[in-house]
């Protein structure tokens, strides 16, 4: 909520107007920015229920033996094929893409 809250007043103090057409709403206005607070509050809520419910669901899931998680050890993409690919000068974003991991991943198999 806070970033959300923050971001918005960058952006108004940046001079940038945020209106929804739809619903009417000019966000600088003060009605706005309190209707934007309570937004931000609602969405903030509904991102915490969600983490319960799916933390629920994975209790649930790993006491009926059917959620295990990933194993120990497992990578999510072969290493050597990432450094095959570093060996013929692609870079991480590239060597990302073509093992479909995150940037991250593959520089934790190259730079470990």
Request: contains cysteine; aromatic residues 4%; hydrophobic residues 45%.
């Amino acid at each position: 909520m806070r970033d959300g809250i923050d971001t918005l007043c960058d952006w108004l103090g940046k001079g940038v107007r945020l209106v929804s057409v739809t619903q009417q709403l000019d966000f600088a206005s003060p009605a706005g920015k309190m209707i934007a607070s309570v937004l931000f509050a609602v969405a903030e809520m509904e991102q915490q229920t969600r983490r319960e419910r799916q933390a629920a669901g994975i209790a649930v899931a790993k006491r009926n033996g059917v959620y295990q998680g990933r194993k120990a050890g497992t990578l999510k993409a072969d290493a050597a094929r990432a450094l095959a690919l570093r060996s013929k000068g692609l870079n991480d974003t590239e060597i990302a893409t073509a093992l479909g991991v995150a940037r991250r991943t593959v520089q934790r198999y190259l730079h470990a």
